[in-house]
């Protein structure tokens, strides 16, 4: 286990008690959770597309946030991901299909939008079956999610 995996296995209420008491940066838990994915996603197959710019980027203006001691959404700073089925704006949603493999929606589903208002950071998508239609992760475009355990 690396050094920070630990912050990956925490809670969401966890990881957000941890950066509004300034024991974690949201920068040092969004790095975390990118070294992870970047290690373990070759044997998993569950995220198809990073946001690690982006998320890098919201992680450095929640950190700025912190320090300006401004009041702090209840997830500040805490990473998630969507299914690559729910739209985020500005990166790619497949729906895990040839058809849709290029689609960028121009905004977010409400679940999204909602996440990034309480100030959840989005790291990236994971897989789905095409359309949603299984109840197993065996994309066309992308191939099966494996189980890690």
Request: one cysteine or more; glycine letters at 8%; a positive charge.
């Amino acid at each position: 286990m690396a050094r920070d995996d630990g912050i990956c296995f925490l809670t969401a209420v966890e990881l957000a008690a941890a950066i509004r008491e300034r024991e974690l940066g949201a920068v040092e838990v969004v790095e975390a959770f990118l070294e992870r994915i970047g290690r373990v996603n070759p044997a998993l197959n569950a995220y198809v597309t990073l946001s690690a710019e982006g998320a890098l980027e919201a992680a450095r203006r929640a950190d700025a946030k912190t320090a300006r001691g401004r009041r702090l959404a209840p997830l500040h700073g805490v990473p998630f991901s969507a299914k690559d089925l729910v739209f985020t704006a500005g990166v790619r949603t497949t729906a895990g299909s040839r058809i849709f493999e290029s689609f960028v929606p121009p905004n977010d589903a409400r679940v999204v939008a909602r996440l990034v208002a309480a100030g959840a950071i989005l790291l990236g998508k994971t897989n789905t079956p095409e359309f949603g239609y299984k109840a197993t992760t065996e994309s066309p475009l992308f191939g099966p999610t494996l189980n890690p355990w």
